[in-house]
């Protein structure tokens, strides 16, 4: 999974000082912070840790945002789709409806009446629980989400240096700051949304490690292949 492959690349930074110290060169400082704190040996495992586990809550959190924004986009195209199909249908009656008499007068007017009580209930509706908005406040969030795990990802696998470690903190404490911007900004997030959610990001988990355990058989196959 994405965070299996991260525990290597941050198990190494800890590996860096200690050989320095070996070799009687002066070793980089300790990180400071809630996240990264080395002050002793076992520190590193626990730093290992701790990214591990932000890397897979931030993919729940992702998951979590955009099931409750195709959960209330659902309910918004539910109610948007039908007073758009009523409004036409008004326009359309209107030109093509018979005036012979007063019945058909009357009969027309109380058809007209009904269809733009409903297209009114269902623009309220919207509007009251704020449909429109909570969708697209929630696909936001998960996309931003998406942006610190790729962040995330690329610092730790990918950059090289003698400074790693200050690099993921500084990582750390911007996550730490968009969660609480983004916290401050998004509406509440019922329970059932919440548990629904991580039901599919449990599901994910099991396809994310059986999509790893498929790319390391065929790697597997290859080395085996060429030697």
Same mark, same amino acid.
């Given at each position: 999974s994405s965070s299996s492959r991260l525990l290597p690349q941050i198990r190494a930074m800890g590996g860096r000082d200690a050989d320095a110290s070996a070799a009687g060169a002066p070793a980089t400082a300790p990180s400071s912070g809630p996240w990264f704190e080395n002050d002793d040996a076992e520190s590193d495992g626990g730093d290992t840790d701790k990214v591990s586990e932000l890397h897979q809550s931030l993919l729940e959190r992702q998951t979590v945002y955009a099931y409750c924004g195709d959960y209330y986009n659902r309910r918004f195209l539910l109610v948007t789709i039908p007073s758009l199909v009523i409004t036409t249908t008004?326009?359309?009656f209107i030109?093509?409806?018979p005036i012979t008499d007063q019945v058909s007068l009357f009969v027309g007017r109380f058809i007209l009446c009904?269809?733009?009580i409903s297209a009114?209930?269902?623009a309220g509706t919207s509007a009251l629980f704020r449909l429109q908005s909570k969708t697209t406040?929630?696909?936001? /969030? =998960?996309?931003?989400?998406d942006g610190m795990v790729c962040r995330l990802n690329f610092m730790t696998s990918y950059r090289c240096g003698d400074d790693e470690s200050e690099q993921v903190q500084t990582v750390v404490a911007?996550?730490?700051?968009?969660l609480h911007e983004m916290r401050a900004c998004l509406p509440p997030i019922p329970s059932k949304l919440w548990l629904a959610g991580c039901k599919l990001e449990d599901a994910l988990i099991e396809v994310?490690? /059986? =999509?790893s355990q498929k790319a390391q058989n065929q790697d597997a196959v290859v080395v085996a292949s060429l030697t």
């Amino acid at each position: 999974s994405s965070s299996s492959r991260l525990l290597p690349q941050i198990r190494a930074m800890g590996g860096r000082d200690a050989d320095a110290s070996a070799a009687g060169a002066p070793a980089t400082a300790p990180s400071s912070g809630p996240w990264f704190e080395n002050d002793d040996a076992e520190s590193d495992g626990g730093d290992t840790d701790k990214v591990s586990e932000l890397h897979q809550s931030l993919l729940e959190r992702q998951t979590v945002y955009a099931y409750c924004g195709d959960y209330y986009n659902r309910r918004f195209l539910l109610v948007t789709i039908p007073s758009l199909v009523i409004t036409t249908t008004i326009t359309i009656f209107i030109s093509v409806w018979p005036i012979t008499d007063q019945v058909s007068l009357f009969v027309g007017r109380f058809i007209l009446c009904g269809l733009g009580i409903s297209a009114m209930l269902l623009a309220g509706t919207s509007a009251l629980f704020r449909l429109q908005s909570k969708t697209t406040a929630f696909y936001d /969030a =998960s996309r931003q989400v998406d942006g610190m795990v790729c962040r995330l990802n690329f610092m730790t696998s990918y950059r090289c240096g003698d400074d790693e470690s200050e690099q993921v903190q500084t990582v750390v404490a911007s996550v730490e700051e968009k969660l609480h911007e983004m916290r401050a900004c998004l509406p509440p997030i019922p329970s059932k949304l919440w548990l629904a959610g991580c039901k599919l990001e449990d599901a994910l988990i099991e396809v994310r490690k /059986a =999509s790893s355990q498929k790319a390391q058989n065929q790697d597997a196959v290859v080395v085996a292949s060429l030697t």
